[in-house]
């Protein structure tokens, strides 16, 4: 993935690293008080309600497994109904 093979003259084949490119996927920030920042790649940008409903699914998307999706969703229902 991250080296191509340089074919030689001499019949030997070499590894060399590809060139770093970096990636922007955006920034998202918890703020406090059920509001977030997000700024996107392209320049987009949002604050409040909205960012912070993108900043939680990309949080829950980004767990290992379904259980701790599972287990997360509901401490954030009961943090909701109960204080």
């Known amino acids: 993935f991250f080296c191509e093979k340089d074919q030689r003259e001499g019949g030997k084949t070499k590894l ?28 987009l940008k949002s604050s409040g309600q909205i960012a912070f409903a993108l900043w939680r699914s990309v949080y829950l998307a980004k767990q290992m497994s379904l259980r701790n999706r599972l287990l997360i969703f509901g401490d954030w229902v009961r943090t909701r109904l109960f204080g």
């Open 16 to 43: 060399r690293a590809r060139p770093f490119q970096f990636l922007d996927l955006g920034v998202l920030t918890y703020i406090g008080d059920n509001r977030a920042l997000a700024q996107l790649p392209g320049g």
